[in-house]
């Protein structure tokens, strides 16, 4: 795994963010910074851990205007599974070269909504697994399995030959988000904010489609057509 995406250890922040940390078996966490009423709203179960409720230590490690809730906690990345741990899910989530952690981290909340089996993203020009990540997922990065790859051209076939319909989207194409609602297995393949699908990856799909939007607008925001495209799909 690349340095520049996973840290050994880092911050993140937020009552849910944290306390789904808290409740993965598979999540390290080094330490807890709490208020004492934030603390009574954390389940800590066998963590052998006891919050540090002196919360100006949260001004101190934690970006400038964290909205944080009075709790936060040093953990360390989460160990990623490989591609072929999720094969057996019927619908996935793959981002080709989306670079903001908080559109990647509404993604994964999106995806835990609409019981995605899994966010796969390209491992170069993409966003680390941060502590603003964390808070847009809102409890999701502990809940939906995040896998970083080298190759996406080859992934998309690994995907095909395992059933998956890789369906793209694209707002050029004439195709909707409806005519793929009929595969029992599928790849839902977004591209970066404003760019798009690269060409290549769009021409790996087996299907490109689009979201109906009202003309008055050109498109939408890559994680909220996330969230319309699973909606229709799950």
Same mark, same amino acid.
Request: proline content about 3%.
């Given at each position: 795994m690349a340095d520049n995406h996973k840290s050994k250890s880092y911050w993140i922040y937020g009552q849910h963010a944290v306390q789904a940390a808290l409740s993965n078996p598979r999540r390290k966490i080094e330490r807890v910074v709490a208020s004492s009423n934030a603390v009574k709203q954390l389940a800590m179960g066998d963590r052998k851990?006891?919050?540090?409720?002196?919360?100006?230590?949260l001004d101190k490690v934690l970006p400038k205007d964290s909205v944080h809730q009075g709790v936060a906690a040093l953990v360390q990345a989460l160990p990623e599974p490989e591609l072929e741990d999720v094969l057996d899910s019927t619908?996935?989530? &793959?981002?080709?070269?989306?670079?903001?952690?908080?559109?990647?981290?509404?993604i994964l909340r999106s995806a835990a909504a609409f019981g995605a089996g899994a966010v796969i993203m390209t491992e170069d020009h993409a966003a680390p697994e941060n502590g603003a990540l964390a808070k847009a997922a809102s409890?999701?990065?502990? &809940?939906?399995p995040l896998i970083r790859i080298t190759n996406l051209s080859s992934v998309l076939?690994?995907?095909?030959?395992?059933?998956?319909?890789?369906?793209?989207?694209?707002?050029?194409?004439?195709?909707? &988000?409806?005519?793929?609602?009929?595969?029992?297995?599928?790849?839902?393949?977004?591209?970066?904010?404003?760019?798009?699908?690269?060409?290549?990856?769009?021409?790996k799909c087996d299907l490109l489609v689009k979201i109906p939007i009202s003309p008055a607008m050109e498109s939408l925001n890559v994680s909220n057509a996330a969230a319309v495209a699973l909606y229709a799909l799950a």
């Open positions: 851990l006891t919050p540090d409720t002196d919360i100006r230590q619908l996935l989530l &793959i981002l080709d070269q989306v670079t903001d952690p908080h559109n990647v981290g509404a409890g999701a990065l502990d &809940i939906v076939d690994t995907l095909k030959a395992n059933d998956f319909w890789c369906v793209g989207l694209d707002g050029k194409t004439d195709k909707f &988000i409806a005519d793929a609602k009929g595969f029992k297995k599928k790849a839902l393949v977004l591209g970066a904010e404003g760019k798009g699908l690269r060409r290549l990856t769009a021409e």
